[in-house]
């Protein structure tokens, strides 16, 4: 009768984790600049969770204080 079905949507698939390489290659030109992106934007960018996205820039952070 009157009964709606929604339509199906797909799970996001865990791939691999964002290695700390990948992190780097998406914000080359922040880290050449000496910058270390905020944890919003590694989250939105790599699309990971707050304590990766934390992970990340503590990464990223030790990258540009060796290069100071």
């Known amino acids: 009768?009157?009964?709606r079905t929604r339509p199906r949507t797909?799970?996001?698939t865990r791939g691999a984790p964002v290695t700390e390489h990948e992190a780097e290659a998406e914000?080359?030109?922040e880290l050449a600049a000496g910058k270390v992106p905020p944890q919003g934007e590694?989250?939105?960018?790599?699309h990971v969770g707050q304590d990766r996205a934390r992970a990340?820039?503590?990464?990223m952070r030790s990258l540009?204080?060796?290069?100071t």
Request: proline share 0%.
């Open 42 to 46: 590694i989250r939105t960018r790599m």
């Open 1 to 3: 009768s009157g009964s």
């Open 64 to 67: 540009t204080a060796a290069r």
């Open 10 to 12: 797909r799970a996001r």
């Open 27 to 29: 914000f080359i030109d």
């Open 56 to 59: 990340l820039q503590e990464h």
